[in-house]
């Protein structure tokens, strides 16, 4: 069984401030996680995803994260907060290893002041 | 097609009434998704197909709910006698199918069902 914790439903930083958005998930093997982002009234769009390959993974937009086994998180950032980039964040997991059915987290807002 | 769509967008129904959801996925991408997602919650997986057949229907809430995919492309998501805890957004998502692509999941950007 798999699960996800986002840790803030709401996340608020100023623009141009560091951006840092927390998941810490639940595996019993090795698992894929992804970040999705979701803006108001349309669909996820994957963002970055760890396969079990480098653990520092660099998605789009600026943004990044790093799979860190000991702590089982896969913290989501970016150097510099754009006001663009308000929106719903999302963190997955899967088995991995061909599951294919992730289990989401229930989501972070993230609010970028001016 | 450019992405994944789905119609309608927003549906009211009654309680009691039948409803269908339709999804166009991205034109040869073999696997397909539906999720239900609450208000203030993740999506959470109800169905899956690789082409025309019906993988996985694990997250399927009841019988009340049925999905198809008659041709390996368009899929429909039914709710039959809908009831108010159906109220939620369904989204679509679809991805090349098994192998490097199959995490990489394109979401259309789903049907808002209000169950009044």
């Known amino acids: 069984a798999q699960s996800v914790t986002q840790l803030g439903s709401h996340v608020s930083v100023s623009e141009g401030a560091l951006v840092l958005l927390r998941c810490n998930y639940s595996?019993?093997?090795?698992?894929?996680l992804f970040w999705y982002v979701q803006y108001p009234n349309q669909g996820l769009q994957l963002l970055l995803k760890?396969?079990?390959?480098?653990?520092l993974v660099k998605g789009i937009n600026g943004f990044e994260a790093e799979f860190k086994k000991s702590e089982t998180s896969f913290h989501l950032t970016k150097p510099s907060a754009h006001m663009s980039d308000a929106a719903e964040y999302f963190c997955?997991?899967?088995?991995?290893?061909?599951?294919?059915?992730?289990?989401f987290g229930r989501g972070t807002s993230l609010i970028v002041h001016p | 097609g450019a992405g994944v769509s789905q119609s309608p967008r927003y549906k009211v129904a009654k309680r009691g009434q039948d409803v269908a959801l339709r999804c166009d996925p991205i034109?040869?991408?073999?696997?397909l998704f539906w999720y239900q997602q609450a208000l203030g919650q993740g999506p959470e997986f109800l169905t899956y197909?690789?082409?025309?057949?019906?993988?996985?229907k694990s997250g399927l809430p009841s019988d009340r709910f049925f999905a198809e995919r008659p041709e390996g492309s368009v899929s429909t998501l039914k709710i039959q006698r809908t009831q108010q805890e159906d109220s939620a957004v369904y989204l679509c998502?679809?991805?090349?199918?098994?192998?490097?692509?199959?995490?990489?999941?394109?979401f259309g950007p789903g049907t808002r069902l209000t169950v009044t």
């Open positions: 998502a679809s991805s090349a199918g098994p192998g490097t692509g199959f995490y990489e999941q394109y």
């Open positions: 595996s019993s093997v090795p698992p894929y």
């Open positions: 760890y396969t079990s390959a480098a653990t």
């Open positions: 997955a997991v899967t088995l991995g290893g061909g599951s294919y059915i992730p289990t």
């Open positions: 034109s040869g991408h073999v696997s």
């Open positions: 197909f690789q082409n025309e057949a019906q993988l996985d």
